[in-house]
């Protein structure tokens, strides 16, 4: 399937850190909160159980917002309109602003396409967190952690509406741990590389909470890179 996807950069007055992006959800999300695309909720508040529509990350201290289909109308307004950013009191001014607009095939491939994660991946919840420990081999580990980026894939084709017509063999080539938050909370996440039959967007998040940045991946056209 083809997928319309715009990139944001914004270039603020000072840089960012990963944590950042959480506080450029909740103010976007605020300022745009008649479009659900913006933030996931309801108007009751409720949460939206679909792979977000717009992404807000932070890759190399810059502030990226990513969009496709349904989240675009965001990312032209935000292109359009917005000349500061409020992150939890701190206003940021905007520098200066550039949007790339490109469509992209996502889908089962016949031939393995490499990837490397931008920001830490979040693999794990509570269950697999506890079977990845109990494993006794790093071979055992990366094994968990391919079935568990399939499974990755798999969820975001559902919500796409994309139907997986072929297996998904996925190989991790190097991996490492890295301590994250989310919520305030640490949890176990990973950096690396990884190749797998299956094309999906540069800038596209896979894993858990990738609204707020995690799991930023990139084609990687240097199988080397760590």
Same mark, same amino acid.
Request: hydrophobic share 35%; glycine share 6%; with cysteine.
């Given at each position: ?5 715009? %990139? ?19 103010? !976007? ?7 659900? =695309? ?12 679909? =792979? ?30 917005? *000349? ?13 602003? $550039? ?22 991946? !979040? ?17 055992? *580990? %990366? ?21 997986? $017509? ?14 994250? %938050?989310? %919520? ?8 690396? *590389? ?14 858990? $909470? ?15 890179? *760590?």
């Amino acid at each position: 399937m083809q997928l319309h996807v715009l %990139k944001l950069r914004l270039d603020l007055d000072s840089d960012l850190s990963q944590k950042d992006a959480r506080k450029i959800r909740n103010y !976007l999300g605020r300022l745009f909160k008649d479009d659900s =695309y913006a933030h996931n909720h309801l108007d009751d508040g409720k949460f939206i159980y679909r =792979y977000p529509r717009v992404q807000y990350k932070v890759i190399n201290n810059h502030c990226f917002i990513v969009g496709f289909n349904e989240g675009n109308n965001v990312i032209k307004q935000v292109f359009d309109e917005l *000349r500061i950013l409020n992150l939890e009191g701190k206003w940021q001014e905007i520098l200066s602003k $550039s949007l790339d607009s490109k469509i992209y095939h996502f889908g089962i491939s016949q031939n393995p396409t490499s990837y490397r994660f931008l920001t830490p991946w !979040l693999a794990l919840n509570e269950k697999n967190y506890q079977k990845y420990r109990q494993q006794q081999s790093l071979d055992l *580990r %990366k094994t968990l952690l391919e079935s568990i980026l399939i499974g990755n894939i798999l969820s975001l084709s559902k919500s796409l509406g994309y139907t997986v $017509s072929d297996p998904i063999k996925a190989e991790i080539k190097f991996i490492r741990e890295v301590p994250a %938050k989310l %919520k305030g909370v640490g949890m176990t996440a990973f950096m690396g *590389r990884f190749s797998v039959n299956f094309e999906i967007p540069d800038l596209f998040g896979i894993g858990k $909470s990738v609204s707020r940045g995690f799991g930023t991946i990139k084609r990687c056209q240097d199988p080397t890179i *760590r």
